[in-house]
């Protein structure tokens, strides 16, 4: 009865977005408030109905109602109940539930919040997120319906994927989701002020969040499933530029650059056209992800589903949405008008330089994972674009990018002094310096990029310490007046110097863990001994034949000796899951000041020993403490008054009077 | 400073972009391109020694052997014709006879190849998309064969 009722749900909630997609809009065309007031309560309806139907699905799988065809291909009664519940969105059908889901939460939130929205753009918005939904909910009845009985039920289930079954990619997908998805709210944001053909300064604030909300999401989505890779997969490798990787990280480049040109168009309503262009391409990216994971066109670890019938269905929704959406912005755009002037040297040039550099880095990246894609249906030859395309593509693109992130807040509005902000950053280039020559020492002339990589880190970290310094006028003014400065800072600017300082720690750990990390990978019996890096590992046991819920297991137990002194035992495992006969890794990791060394146990009997694979990644956990810190930077940029969603009016001024007084003064993100 | 002069401005600047990456792209696509060969296209084709590539197939039956300094030796097959591999490390947890397999590396002068990786699948039911194909072009392709795809729901 529950699945029935999920399904049934499923068709109301289809039912409510297509009222939710056709009454608000016409609506807003004649002016008549009665009908765009209708989007409200549809919109609601519709989040109802899809949250009615995901739980319907999610007490399935907890009462492992294996009738259910979904639950059987990929639940098991013995799986303890938090991959029950993950298992709800562990596979193909599930997830997009979750999709739709979230889509209907981020428009619920639009229509609960939204209350300063002028009505007639709150009716557009909340129109085409319901033809989004729309289209994915046709998608979910008619061809991944995750509802369909099966007679007779099988007595037990065939078990989740057990690489999904740990609890950091349970949480994973979801992130993920509220990140992609969340562009949509940018989307159709840019949709509704085409339709408009308007955008100023104040829908700038309104998009800005929602973006920042979805960024923010997905950049912890990304940081988990790859910490996730780092730890499951037994390779000891964070980024594998696999294609689901990248699908995940294309929007995510976009979405940096959505997020610095939608502040331009706030603060100086410059770059509006480029800025709707980027929140379509943004949202178009994401649809193009899902595409990419749900069709399994790609050869790929990620692909678990695989299904023509579905990819055709999704790559038509993502011509139609992205085809329609570039159509009108081609028609509409041109009557947008352009915003203010500035000098290519500002703080407008270098958020070009910024979404220039971020839109050309994710071009490479699209290229490089679609080419294959494309020789292949045109018949050529199958060829495979690996890590070394994208290392040698991504990275000269991003260091530039690297080096003007320390500079550019430093520059003025409308006409900045590249020379004035350098001189505030002779220390940090110092620093820099230092760095690179220490890091040339230390490794006794390591690759001397591995040093240039760390110099930028070091200049980025610095440069965003220098920009503190400056907006608090640290050391020049007296020290209570820069608390007192420190005080009254938007959150927002506070936000933007978390992120960036992020950012190069995310570079350092990259830079650290991609030259200097040493592996060692040997056959050991009970009572071998290892060396790397300085540790001493002796192998102590190997354990066979443990029973956990759903799975067997053999654990060794490694010592790891420093200076001759044990400082911890390492655990390394491997399960076997006899349902989906599939062995699983569980790595042991030994986190030492911000290094890692890392083992991971492999085949092996008693006879002639077992695999061991031991890593030292030196910095490794800076790239995800570089994540951390710019979701966290994000979070905080979010909480300032100025962004919390809904409090813009349109009333007030476009340009702000302080933009063009002194760049300290005048920047305030 | 005038429109025109922004607007130029910002044209050469994503016109440098854009030419600094093209060039990026097309020196990276000469060497990190990998194609992917079957079996039998080396047999056809006898690529040059020295040029990477990747071949992938089954591992055939009976082949693998250990030999001195952790080189394991196997021959991979499209069951039509085989191609001899070398690999000096650890092979993959999920590396056996019978099953799909995909191998990065290079042609030496002998003819045999030497692979710097070896990628088996992570799921033992799954076919590497590739294999299948090859499998399909040397006409020894069975629906009910290896490659038997998980049944779907």
Redesign the interface.
């Known amino acids: 009865m529950i699945a029935e009722l999920g399904h049934f749900a499923l068709i109301l909630a289809l039912v409510a977005a297509l009222v939710q997609g056709s009454v608000p809009m016409i609506g807003a065309s004649r002016n008549d408030r009665a009908w765009m007031a209708v989007a409200r309560p549809a919109a609601l309806g519709q989040a109802g109905a899809v949250a009615l139907a995901f739980f319907a699905l999610m007490w399935c799988h907890i009462a492992s109602d294996f009738s259910v065809?979904?639950v059987?291909?990929?639940s098991n009664s013995q799986m303890p109940l938090i991959y029950k519940i993950s298992s709800t969105w562990g596979y193909h059908?599930g997830s997009m539930v979750l999709w739709v889901l979230i889509l209907a939460i981020y428009g619920a939130a639009v229509a609960l919040f939204g209350d300063n929205l002028p009505p007639a753009l709150r009716a557009r918005v909340l129109a085409v997120q319901a033809w989004i939904a729309i289209g994915f909910l046709l998608f979910i009845l008619f061809t991944s319906n995750p509802f369909?009985r099966m007679t007779p039920a099988p007595a037990d289930g065939r078990d989740l994927?057990p690489?999904l079954q740990d609890p950091g990619l349970a949480i994973h997908p979801p992130f993920l989701y509220f990140g992609y998805v969340g562009f949509s709210m940018a989307f159709s944001f840019a949709i509704a002020a085409l339709i408009e053909g308007r955008v100023d300064a104040a829908w700038a604030r309104w998009v800005r969040p929602w973006t920042l909300l979805a960024w923010c999401f997905l950049t912890a989505g990304i940081a988990m499933g790859s910490y996730w890779a780092y730890y499951e997969?037994g390779w000891g490798g964070w980024w594998f530029w696999d294609p689901v990787e990248n699908a995940s990280f294309m929007p995510w480049l976009i979405g940096t650059a959505l997020l610095h040109s939608a502040s331009v168009v706030e603060k100086r309503d410059a770059l509006k056209s480029w800025t709707i262009l980027l929140a379509i391409i943004a949202f178009s990216l994401s649809l193009m992800g899902t595409f990419l994971v749900r069709s399994g066109v790609l050869?790929s670890?990620h692909a678990f589903a695989?299904?023509p019938a579905r990819g055709v269905f999704i790559l038509g929704l993502l011509a139609i949405t992205t085809g329609g959406a570039l159509v009108l912005y081609v028609w509409r755009a041109p009557g947008m008008g352009?915003g203010g002037?500035?000098?290519?040297v500002s703080r407008e040039?270098a958020l070009?330089?910024n979404n220039?550099?971020l839109?050309?880095a994710c071009?490479?990246v699209f290229?490089?994972t679609l080419?294959p894609l494309f020789l292949d249906a045109l018949g050529g030859?199958?060829?495979?674009?690996?890590a070394?395309?994208f290392n040698?593509?991504f990275a000269?693109?991003m260091a530039p990018l690297v080096a003007a992130m320390a500079v550019g807040p430093l520059l003025a509005w409308k006409r900045g002094d590249l020379f004035g902000a350098l001189q505030r950053l002779y220390a940090a280039l110092a620093i820099a310096i230092v760095v690179g020559l220490a890091t040339l020492y230390l490794t006794r002339g390591g690759p001397v990029l591995a040093a240039f990589g760390m110099a930028l880190a070091a200049w980025l970290f610095f440069g965003t310490l220098s920009e503190l310094a400056e907006r608090l006028r640290l050391f020049r003014v007296p020290l209570s007046d820069s608390i007192q400065r420190a005080a009254i800072l938007p959150r927002a600017a506070y936000g933007m110097l978390i992120a960036h300082a992020g950012m190069a720690f995310t570079v350092a750990g990259v830079t650290a863990t991609s030259a200097w990390e040493t592996e060692s990978?040997?056959?050991m019996r009970p009572g071998d001994r290892a060396a790397l890096a300085g540790n001493e590992f002796v192998l102590l046991d190997v354990r066979q034949d443990l029973q956990g819920p759903n799975y067997t297991a053999e654990q060794a137990g490694i010592s790891v000796l420093r200076n001759g002194k044990e400082i911890a035992v390492l655990e390394p495992a491997?399960r076997f899951y006899p349902v989906?006969?599939?062995?699983t890794n569980e790595t042991a990791i030994l986190t030492t000041g911000f290094s890692d060394v890392y083992a991971a146990l492999?085949?092996g009997n008693p006879q002639s020993g077992w695999?061991v694979?031991l890593y030292y990644k030196p910095l490794v956990t800076w790239i995800w403490l570089g994540a951390a810190l710019m979701v966290a930077g994000g979070a905080v940029s979010l909480s300032d008054r100025r962004h919390r969603v809904g409090a813009p009016s349109r009333g007030q001024p476009r340009t702000r009077p302080r933009a063009s007084a002194a760049p300290a003064a005048a920047s305030d993100d | 400073?005038?429109?025109k002069r922004?607007r130029l401005?910002?044209v050469a600047?994503?016109m440098l972009?854009?030419g600094?990456?093209t060039a990026?792209?097309l020196?990276?696509?000469q060497?990190?391109?990998?194609?992917?060969r079957s079996p039998s296209e080396i047999a056809d084709m006898k690529p040059a020694s020295g040029q990477r590539l990747?071949l992938g197939g089954l591992v055939e039956e009976k082949s693998v052997r250990k030999l001195a300094d952790?080189v394991t030796a196997f021959r991979v097959t499209d069951l039509n014709k085989t191609v001899e591999v070398t690999y000096r490390?650890?092979l993959p947890?999920?590396f056996r006879e019978g099953q799909g397999v995909v191998a990065?590396g290079r042609m030496n002068a002998d003819g045999v190849f030497v692979a710097s990786q070896v990628l088996a699948?992570?799921?033992?039911?799954y076919m590497?998309?590739?294999v299948a194909?090859a499998l399909k072009k040397s006409g020894r392709w069975q629906e009910t064969g290896p490659q038997k795809?998980k049944a779907?729901?």
Do not use: W
């Open positions: 065809m979904a059987a291909a990929n059908e369909l994927n690489l997969l050869t670890v695989t299904d352009t002037l500035f000098a290519p040039g070009v330089l220039l550099l839109a050309t071009a490479t290229l490089g080419y030859d199958k060829v495979s674009v690996g070394p395309f040698a593509t000269p693109i990978i040997s056959s491997k989906q006969r599939q062995a492999g085949d695999t694979r | 400073m005038t429109r922004r401005y910002v600047a994503s972009c854009l600094v990456a990026l792209v020196l990276a696509f060497d990190s391109i990998v194609f992917f990747r952790s490390g650890i947890d999920l990065d699948k992570h799921d033992e039911t590497p998309k590739e194909e795809m779907k729901p």
